[in-house]
């Protein structure tokens, strides 16, 4: 059922379970008007438009994903475009739940970073719904440190990289993921005092790098644990780092993959779910009905195994996860809450950007960027701005059957 709410009369919906972004309630509904959220009430007033979820399901806070690579069988990287970006999203918004992301170009030419820039700022121009900005995730990493960025890819901070990076401006966010030992002192609070936002990524630094740039501003680690100096028996490391300076946030890999069980259990205990946020690292196969069993990432083939992406030296490549598959595997196997995992998802990744005041909840004022979940947390649609496409009736079954898990 297709629900558009940017016009009277009233958008409600109703649902056994909404969790608010920090909390559970139960038999609520959820008035939007205008994209916006107006109400949250136990007694759902007299509208035109009712949608009442599913017996069981869960209205939740739209999800929010600052790395996403690719999607719908678009890489940025390959397709740095409006039309590109607009795919990707798509195959995140119908199988993840996802509403707001930062698409993600992998290292480039500076050439391909300008590209990707522009590209994203026509799409939020074009208004392609969800795209909050842009993640350039490299190129100033240490080839210590690659993990699947070509190495050739991989470059030396210049004069005016600062202007090149944060190219974005005020139309959107910037977040960009560096190596803190890769880059000149100063770089990180130059970045920061022109907007942008700078994770701890790709980096072999074992700590005095790293805290000159938490001192600098660098306010986040990108997927901990992987690509990174581990946490050591005198050396704290990135990882070491991360879990104990309440200044920074991380995000996390929960596929499976990424990162093991008692990593995850121990991310979250140390973080708190107030500054540990999930991440896909989606790759271009997520949400492509034709995606084949390999693909091309800069001249190397990458096989995909069932839900792991790596290439032939078994390097992990991206992944095959959605934001709802990170909240499965967060409750099941890392000793996540339901309402834990749903704000990792959500208003944690919301906050780290800023917009904590916009999404992430369901209150009044709020963007009406919502997902709504079954009982096995797969999707069964979503509210962007309140552009709603929900399922009315429809058993879960059903909407995985259509794709909607």
């Known amino acids: 059922m297709d629900l558009a709410a940017s016009a009277s009369p009233d958008v409600v919906i109703a649902a056994e379970q909404v969790f608010d972004g920090e909390a559970l309630h139960h038999d609520r509904t959820v008035v939007v008007r205008g994209g916006r959220i107006v109400d949250l009430t136990p007694n759902p007033p007299s509208a035109a438009r009712l ?24 890489l940025l990287n390959d397709d740095p475009s409006p039309a590109g970006i607009a795919r990707i999203a798509a195959a995140h918004r119908r199988l993840g739940g996802t509403t707001a992301l930062l698409p993600t170009l992998i290292s480039d ?33 240490s080839p210590q440190r690659p993990g699947i ?3 050739a890819r991989l470059a030396r901070f210049e004069p005016g990289d600062i202007a090149l990076l944060t190219g974005l401006g005020g139309t959107g966010i910037t977040l960009v993921t560096l190596a803190p030992e890769a880059v000149p002192p100063g770089t990180v609070a130059g970045l920061v005092a022109r ?35 581990q946490l050591g028996p005198r050396e704290a490391g990135a990882v070491g780092i ?13 596929d499976g993959h990424h990162v093991g069980d008692v990593a995850l259990v121990l991310a979250r205990r140390m973080k708190g779910p107030g500054r540990l946020m999930l991440v896909t690292d989606a790759m271009s196969p997520v949400g492509d009905p034709e995606a084949r069993a ?22 992990l490549a991206g992944s095959m996860l959605t934001m709802a598959g990170a909240v499965r595997h967060m409750t099941a196997r890392g000793g996540a809450s339901l309402e834990e995992a ?3 998802a959500s208003l944690t990744p919301a906050r780290f950007l800023g917009l904590d005041a916009q999404i ?18 797969h999707v069964l649609g979503t509210c962007v701005r309140g552009d709603c496409n929900v399922l009315d009736g429809r058993s879960a079954s059903a909407a995985q059957r259509i794709g909607g898990g």
């Open 294 to 315: 390999t693909f091309t990432l800069f001249g190397r083939t990458i096989h995909r195994e069932g839900s792991r992406l790596a290439g032939a030296d078994g390097t």
């Open 242 to 254: 991360a879990l104990t300076d309440d200044r920074a946030f991380a995000g996390i890999i929960a």
């Open 51 to 74: 949608v009442r979820l599913p017996q069981g399901a869960i209205l939740a806070p739209g999800f929010v994903d600052v790395q996403v690579n690719g999607g719908g069988g678009v």
């Open 360 to 377: 992430g909840r369901i209150a009044p004022s709020f963007a009406a960027d919502l997902v709504a979940l079954d009982r096995e947390l």
């Open 195 to 229: 907007g942008a936002r700078v994770c701890a990524g790709h980096t072999a630094d074992e700590g005095s790098a790293i805290r000159a740039a938490l001192d600098e501003g660098l306010s986040g680690f990108t997927h901990l644990f992987n690509a990174m100096s």
């Open 342 to 344: 749903l704000t990792m």
């Open 109 to 141: 030419t500076r050439p391909v970073i300008r590209t990707a820039i522009q590209a994203v700022s026509s799409a939020m121009a074009a208004g392609v719904p969800g795209i909050l900005g842009i993640h350039l995730e490299g190129p100033f990493l």
């Open 149 to 151: 960025h070509d190495p």
